[in-house]
């Protein structure tokens, strides 16, 4: 049970990527630069936590479906983890948000020529 969350987390990256190859929306598309953005976003966040460690604003919090295995003083395994999920999902969101705002306004303008 020690190891859900980490195997949660690894199986969302999983189906993100899936995604992403279906529709060729992040790594798929560009893979340098969507590796230069995962790491940027995965080592600000990963700054930002350790920042609020450091402050004692975050505090690990303890669960049976966490590995309990820390990589400093209150930051989980599954923390760095995590971060490249939320990483990941945001800019497969967006850059598939971004795909379907692009073809909106070219079906809005043929109905608009339909009418006149």
């Known amino acids: 049970m020690g190891v859900l969350y980490l195997a949660s987390l690894l ?21 340098k630069a969507a590796a230069i953005v995962t790491a940027v ?12 460690i450091g402050l004692g604003i975050f505090l690990r919090g303890e669960g049976t479906i966490a ?21 990941l999902c945001t800019m497969v969101l967006y850059t598939g948000a971004r795909r379907i705002m692009e073809r909106i ?12």
Not at 15 to 25: G, I
Not at 41 to 52: C, K, R
Not at 111 to 116: N, Q
């Open 41 to 52: 976003g995965v080592l600000f966040l990963l700054g930002w936590d350790l920042a609020g």
């Open 67 to 87: 590995t309990g295995l820390l990589l400093a003083p209150e930051l989980p395994l599954e923390e760095p983890v995590f971060l490249l999920f939320l990483v």
């Open 11 to 31: 199986l969302g990256i999983a189906c993100m990527l899936l995604l992403d190859h279906r529709f060729r929306l992040f790594f798929w598309r560009d893979a």
């Open 105 to 116: 306004p070219a079906k809005r303008s043929e109905k608009e020529r339909a009418r006149v």
